[in-house]
């Protein structure tokens, strides 16, 4: 079938409506976030239920045709950047809360769900959903579940993971399976584990099962500004030292805090300090107040400039705003920016710090840092103007090299926000040709025809030999990876 005869099909499946295949109509869907590479799509496609999806699928993988889930679009990674000249099957339709089990902390929902719509449903009973994102206020929680999306209070709450439980997953050949287990522990492989994160290369996630949460008793959120970074620095390691794990601690320097000063959410952040911490402690309503008072004390045998606990609801939403709209206002002090997104020690924090502002001297161009300092995920967001020749390129190198002294420190390339095409050479800074070659490997067993989401997450070999070592992998451990096969075939298949 030729590929006008495939588009003809997916209107005959969805209506006309739901199919966008006209070029003037493709532009929008040329990237997510990521900027800095874009490619047209086939067409773009809205199904509104698990079978649609199923039937979408199904097709693409019997013509041989490339395809890839997109949620929001608004992934910081490239992810759902049409490479191939995708049919991209847009889950934006597919955004209903289908039941809540309040007795039980489960809710269900469709990965078109906005992250955010899901507590503002449930908040007039006192829950709510604790992965929160930046973005949370338009992300979706099947785009979360893609990247494995942190947020600001992961710290104490962790990351998406932690909080989805079962879904209902359509694979790339069209195969309904049910992964997860609502209650208890997976029983099998956890292939639920493999899914999330896995940025849209093993299939897409139709119904999700997550956990929901009681709203703590006590919010307490405390602003503390401080001369040294350092001083910032320390002060977050001490915090986790004296076994207080607050629900979040965010860090934000001079030139992050100028940016968002220039926005709709101006604090007022003195032009000489060099770092903000924004704390927050939660619970029972007890013991946050005690809590609070010994955040602040350790904030001030750190040379504290100033330290102050919000005094009503509207401040501490005002703080939260500041932090939370920084990438949004770095617009205001530069045209263009990447924002990276390594993870470190905490232990490592001012070391690290010194070797960003390093690079960034070295290469001419800012960095602002703003990110989430309890649990070491950074956001380096290096400033850049597209319109001068050449400088793209330096803001993408400039962004290797810091994620290269992450990984030199002993940590990751990316705590949130995924791999997707920015990071996929910087695997290598953590993965040598034999474990990578043991990822293609498994997702060749979901993926077989490497038509959902090509090129994305894991690079590919680039020697012949690799190749080889992926298919003895597979041959070596027949058991595990036929395995794996067996439950994407078998478990509770829909046809």
Known sequence: MNGDKVIRE???????????????????????????????????V?????????????LLHENDIPFLPRGAGTGLSGGATPLNGEVIVSLVRMNRLLRVDFDNLRAVVQPGLVNLTLTRKITNKGYYYAPDPSSQSVCTIGGNLAENAGGSHCLKYGVTTNHIVAAKFVLPTGNVVDIGQPFGDPVGYDLLGLVVGSEGTLGIA??????????????KTALALFDRVSDASDTVSDIIRAGII???????????????????????????????LLIEVDGMAAGVEETSQRVVEICKSHNVRTVKVAENDAERALWWSSRKMAFGATGRISPDYIVQDG?????????????????????????????????????????????????????????????????????????????????????????????????????????????????????????????????????????????????????????
Do not use: W
Not at 18 to 44: G, I
Not at 344 to 373: C, D, Q, W, Y
């Open 10 to 44: 997916l209107v005959r499946i969805l209506g006309p409506s739901r199919v966008l295949h006209k070029p003037h109509q493709l532009h929008t869907y040329n990237c997510d976030a990521y900027v800095a590479k874009t490619s047209l799509p086939r067409a773009v």
């Open 46 to 58: 809205f199904p509104e239920s698990t079978e649609e999806v199923a039937r979408i699928v199904k």
């Open 206 to 219: 139709t119904e999700i099962t997550v956990r929901i949460l009681k709203k703590p008793q006590a919010v």
């Open 246 to 276: 607050p629900a979040a601690i965010e860090m934000m320097d001079q030139l992050a805090m100028q940016a968002v000063d220039k926005s709709n959410y101006y604090v007022g952040y003195p032009a000489d300090i060099e770092a903000v």
């Open 343 to 495: 993870v470190i020690p905490r232990s490592r924090l001012t070391e690290v710090l010194h070797k960003i502002s390093e690079i960034s001297r070295e290469s001419g161009l800012r960095i602002a840092n703003v990110f989430h300092a309890g649990d070491g995920n950074l956001h380096p967001l290096i400033c850049y103007d597209s319109r001068i020749p050449g400088e793209t390129e330096k803001a993408i190198k400039v962004g290797s090299a810091v994620l290269k002294v992450c990984a030199d420190v002993g940590g990751s390339i990316t705590g949130e926000h995924g791999v997707g095409i920015e990071k996929l050479e910087e695997m290598r800074f953590l993965f040598t040709d034999t474990d990578l070659a043991a990822q293609l490997a498994i997702r060749s067993v979901f993926n077989p025809k490497d038509l959902c989401n090509a090129g994305k997450l894991v690079p590919k070999p680039s020697r012949c030999v690799e190749v080889r070592h992926a298919q003895r992998i597979i041959e070596q451990n027949a058991d595990f990876f036929g395995g794996f096969q067996e439950q994407t075939e078998l478990m509770s298949p829909s046809k």
